[in-house]
């Protein structure tokens, strides 16, 4: 039996059952069951190094052992799985944990809002909340951004597959160049010109919204000097800036914060994914005190109160204690560009270009569809690794942060040896 005639049998049950929308689960077609650190294993036992963790919600990988132990006890002793925005002993721990560790030592100060579970929960309460401080209805977006999918999310998102999956026009929004999107051209200039000329047609938005690194939308690094104006703009003009950290944040880019190193206080700052520490459904969202201008419940949901995903993140916050843990992301992000760089050498045909920050990075390649095919052979050969970009030019890597240099170097051979393979047919 083939390779393709067994994985069509173990995959029966999701092709007859699960809607046509499922997209993992094609691209990697088996059933997994284990999985610990920056490994996974499926039914076959076969094991597999993770390049992917959780599309970045595993920052701190598969089934931390001290996380694991406070939840299982948590359950044990029959404390509350759910309640809403009730006040809970994993609610109260991880507020205070995360100003005594997050914010304080940074001399930041937000307001801490619980908008729902996930990544677009939090960019539609950023967006509802900018909109009712300002009064302005228009928000500014940029090229190959991704903010999520639900409507407001999707306004602020640039990718036209995605965004017609609405059904309906996505308005009071206006998208503009991000860093590097036309070579040779001062974005900032082009974005202050629109505010400028009363002949524009682009009202006084009520805030900007960007990624520091663009990760769905192709590993698009922003320079710290191009985020530095963003900022100074949104200063000059009475403009909200708010930094969508969902993917970036937590660690990914080697600060907590992917904005730290560019010096800018943003006035509203999205995190999801990895805040919730071992994969748990959690987001938050970080407001400005003057702009805590919420009234009680206009912005709710049923699901603002998981309190495994709050003992997970209080735990997950011990390692930002010290300095220790950002510089291994350092070291580790120097090994993967390093070996970045010698596959684009080693393989001029790919025309590749490196890009992302931290880990997470991505090898650009200029022939459509090679990426895919790579990632392809890439999974047969025991390495999870996705594609990014509008047209998923973008081989994607964002390994947990705890790998360790074998792990990651195992990877990257896998990865060498798929794109001889792929190169080779």
Not at 169 to 191: G, K, N, R
Request: charged share 25%; with cysteine; proline share 4%.
């Amino acid at each position: 039996m083939t390779t393709a005639v067994l994985s069509n049998a173990k995959m029966k049950t999701f092709e007859e059952m699960e809607s046509a929308v499922r997209s993992y689960s094609r691209g990697w077609p088996t059933i997994f069951e284990k999985a610990k650190g920056y490994k996974l294993w499926d039914i076959d036992e076969k094991e597999y190094i993770d390049f992917f963790a959780g599309a970045g919600a595993l920052n701190y990988g598969h089934n931390n052992d001290m996380m694991q132990e406070k939840m299982i006890d948590y359950i044990r002793n029959d404390g509350l799985i759910h309640s809403l925005d009730m006040g809970t002993t994993p609610r109260k721990e991880f507020l205070e944990r995360f100003k005594e560790v997050i914010l304080t030592p940074r001399k930041l100060d937000y307001k801490v809002m619980f908008p729902g579970p996930t990544g677009t929960n939090t960019v539609e309460s950023a967006l509802k909340i900018a909109r009712k401080v300002t009064g302005r209805d228009t928000v500014i977006s940029f090229t190959n951004a991704f903010h999520g999918m639900t409507i407001g999310s999707l306004s602020v998102t640039a990718n036209s597959f995605k965004r017609h999956g609405a059904g309906i026009p996505l308005h009071h929004t206006v998208s503009m160049p991000f860093d590097d999107y036309v070579e040779d051209q001062d974005e900032i200039a082009y974005i202050e010109k629109f505010l400028e000329d009363n002949g524009s047609g682009v009202a006084l938005p009520a805030a900007i919204i960007l990624e520091t690194v663009q990760g769905e939308g192709g590993m698009n690094a922003a320079r710290l000097e191009w985020l530095k104006k963003i900022d100074n703009m949104c200063k000059r003009w009475d403009i909200l800036l708010i930094v969508d950290d969902v993917q970036a944040g937590c660690g990914r880019t080697g600060t907590f914060f992917s904005f730290e190193p560019a010096g800018i206080n943003p006035d509203i700052v999205c995190l999801s994914k990895s805040i919730g520490g071992i994969g748990l459904p959690m987001a938050i969202t970080l407001i400005k005190p003057e702009y805590d201008k919420w009234g009680p419940g206009e912005h709710n949901g049923t699901f603002r109160g998981n309190n495994l995903a709050f003992i997970a993140a209080r735990e997950a916050l011990t390692n930002w204690e010290t300095d220790d843990f950002s510089k291994a992301i350092g070291q580790k992000a120097g090994i993967l560009n390093d070996a970045i760089e010698a596959i684009i050498k080693k393989y001029p045909e790919l025309n590749g270009k490196a890009r992302g920050r931290g880990l997470m990075q991505g090898l650009a390649i200029d022939t459509y569809g090679l990426a895919g095919e790579i990632c392809a052979e890439a999974f047969e050969r025991g390495l999870i690794v996705e594609t990014s970009g509008p047209n998923d030019e973008v081989i994607k890597f964002l390994p947990p942060l705890i790998i360790d240099e074998k792990g990651l170097n195992k990877g990257l051979k896998i990865l060498d040896e798929s794109i001889k393979h792929v190169l080779a047919q």
